[in-house]
């Protein structure tokens, strides 16, 4: 019985993680009702209790640093995501996840065309913990613009200036053509469900063998 003893643990360490991630949900949904930081909050922010907290941010768009993040899809379509860093008016330098954008598959290496704004901006988002990552194969893409991923530890050696340690989400529409239908986070939740279920339904698969074959065949066997 010890495959079924495993098994039931699994499935229960399964669901004890779903109930971290509803409490993680929880928390960031919470935050969202909070009132928004500014600039001079950031430095003080936490990527394990701030996430989902709204911000009001000033600066200048740092474009000559932008990173295009790669086979990012969005309503159906496939592009870039644009990260870019944003110099805040106290010189600091927050990495802002800005929008999305369609590539040109006639040229693959071609970079979308970005207003070039050198004005002072005024960016409404909220906080994640880092740029949207996808599924990467081998090692990561250099130091070019477009890339698959973006660290922010290993771009705040790259570009030799520290970042504030948590990404800005924008959300507000700017008139730059940037898309932000941004999807509402997925935590994973259903995952950990799908897993308990399967451990718990192996669980009962290896009782009900067990009952079978020790206790109900033999008593089912001819007696000689």
Same mark, same amino acid.
């Given at each position: 019985?010890?495959?079924?003893?495993?098994?039931?643990?699994?499935?229960?360490?399964?669901?004890?993680?779903?109930?971290?991630?509803?409490?993680? #949900?929880?928390?960031?949904?919470?935050?969202?009702?909070?009132?928004?930081?500014?600039?001079? /909050?950031?430095?003080?922010? %936490?990527?394990?209790?701030?996430?989902?907290?709204?911000?009001?941010?000033?600066?200048?768009?740092?474009?000559?640093?932008?990173?295009?993040?790669?086979?990012?899809?969005?309503?159906?379509?496939?592009?870039?995501?644009?990260?870019?860093?944003?110099?805040?008016? %106290?010189?600091?330098?927050? $990495?802002?996840?800005?929008?999305?954008?369609?590539?040109? !598959?006639?040229?693959?290496?071609?970079?979308?065309?970005?207003?070039?704004?050198?004005?002072? #901006?005024?960016?409404?988002?909220?906080?994640?913990?880092?740029?949207?990552?996808?599924?990467? $194969?081998?090692?990561? #893409?250099?130091?070019?613009?477009?890339?698959?991923?973006?660290?922010?530890?290993?771009?705040?050696?790259?570009?030799?200036?520290?970042?504030?340690? $948590?990404?800005?989400?924008?959300? /507000?529409?700017?008139? /730059?053509?940037?898309?932000?239908?941004?999807?509402?986070?997925?935590?994973?939740?259903?995952?950990?469900?799908?897993?308990? !279920?399967?451990?718990?339904?192996?669980?009962? $698969?290896?009782?009900?063998?067990?009952?079978? !074959?020790?206790?109900?065949?033999?008593?089912?066997?001819?007696?000689?």
């Amino acid at each position: 019985m010890s495959g079924a003893l495993a098994t039931a643990w699994l499935g229960r360490w399964q669901l004890q993680r779903a109930d971290e991630k509803i409490a993680q #949900q929880r928390r960031i949904e919470r935050q969202a009702e909070l009132p928004a930081l500014g600039a001079g /909050d950031l430095a003080r922010a %936490d990527a394990s209790l701030d996430q989902g907290r709204r911000v009001v941010l000033s600066g200048r768009w740092w474009h000559e640093r932008t990173v295009y993040l790669d086979n990012r899809p969005m309503d159906g379509r496939v592009g870039f995501i644009v990260v870019t860093p944003l110099r805040l008016a %106290d010189q600091g330098l927050v $990495l802002v996840q800005r929008g999305w954008v369609p590539r040109n !598959f006639s040229d693959r290496q071609a970079l979308p065309a970005l207003p070039q704004a050198g004005d002072e #901006q005024r960016v409404h988002g909220r906080l994640i913990a880092a740029p949207s990552r996808a599924y990467e $194969l081998g090692a990561a #893409q250099g130091t070019s613009s477009i890339r698959q991923n973006l660290d922010p530890a290993a771009y705040a050696r790259e570009i030799g200036a520290p970042l504030l340690p $948590l990404t800005v989400l924008q959300t /507000d529409a700017d008139g /730059d053509g940037l898309l932000r239908h941004w999807p509402a986070p997925d935590l994973g939740v259903s995952k950990h469900h799908g897993y308990a !279920f399967q451990w718990f339904a192996l669980c009962a $698969l290896i009782s009900g063998l067990y009952v079978w !074959f020790q206790f109900v065949r033999p008593r089912r066997a001819p007696k000689p």
